[in-house]
């Protein structure tokens, strides 16, 4: 497709479970984001991927969090051990490029909106 | 303090109005100010991006930037329903490294037909 797209678009889940959601961001975009965005708040951010490697993760709130890009195309952020205070939008956002000169536009994807009762 | 600030909302005007929409930041250190658009269920969408004080107009839309009281305003002509999103303000110290985007929270924005 054209765009950012996420995976699930929804997702309800119970406390303590182990939960995957997945960000195909647009072609040839080598810089990939991931936000968290909570119920009448802005995007926070959580990880930023180069290529296949991390390139900063310092917004990840706990080790419960963790997201990889084995390929630097697809990328998975998995939430284990879900609390309730997880419940938000996922997003995901990917850059032509990052650190050059550009217009520095992110691509959002549409969402994932996790819900942990 | 908050490091962006924007008044949350709802707002709402007749079609036609003129919009204006604000945001205030604390730190001297930005330099990069951004407006977003979100739809309601959707991800944000670029409207424009300045890096200066001033004034940038893009068809309907201008983005005003006053560094020296950290202060920005996106003001909307011609306000039409397909206007209705939540707008929300973006800085940043540095333009290509999302990483270090601020977002304020957004305002809500209904232009009613």
């Known amino acids: 497709g054209a765009g950012v797209s996420q995976t699930p678009s929804n997702k309800v889940t119970e406390k303590g479970k182990y939960v995957e959601l997945r960000c195909d961001p647009i072609s040839g975009h080598t810089a990939l984001y991931w936000y968290r965005q909570s119920l009448g708040q802005g995007p926070e951010f959580l990880i930023y991927f180069q290529g296949t490697g991390a390139a900063d993760d310092s917004g990840l709130p706990n080790d419960r969090f963790f997201a990889v890009r084995p390929e630097g195309s697809v990328s998975t952020l998995k939430i284990q051990r879900t609390e309730r205070g997880d419940s938000a939008m996922y997003l995901c956002a990917s850059s032509l490029n990052s650190g050059r000169a550009g217009t520095g536009e992110l691509f959002f994807g549409e969402g994932s909106r996790l819900t942990v009762l | ?113």
Request: aromatic share 14%; glycine share 8%.
């Open chain 2, 1 to 113: 303090q908050k490091e962006v600030e924007q008044d949350p909302g709802p707002l709402s005007v007749p079609e036609g109005a003129i919009v204006s929409l604000n945001c205030t930041y604390s730190n001297s250190a930005f330099q990069y100010f951004m407006w977003y658009r979100q739809y309601s269920r959707k991800g944000p969408e670029l409207l424009m991006y300045t890096y200066s004080s001033g004034n940038k107009e893009d068809g309907r839309f201008t983005a005003q930037v006053d560094k020296s009281s950290k202060y920005i305003s996106l003001f909307i002509r011609d306000s039409q329903p397909s206007d209705s999103a939540t707008y929300l303000c973006a800085v940043s110290p540095v333009l290509n490294y999302g990483q270090n985007f601020v977002f304020g929270p957004g305002t809500r924005l209904s232009v009613l037909p």
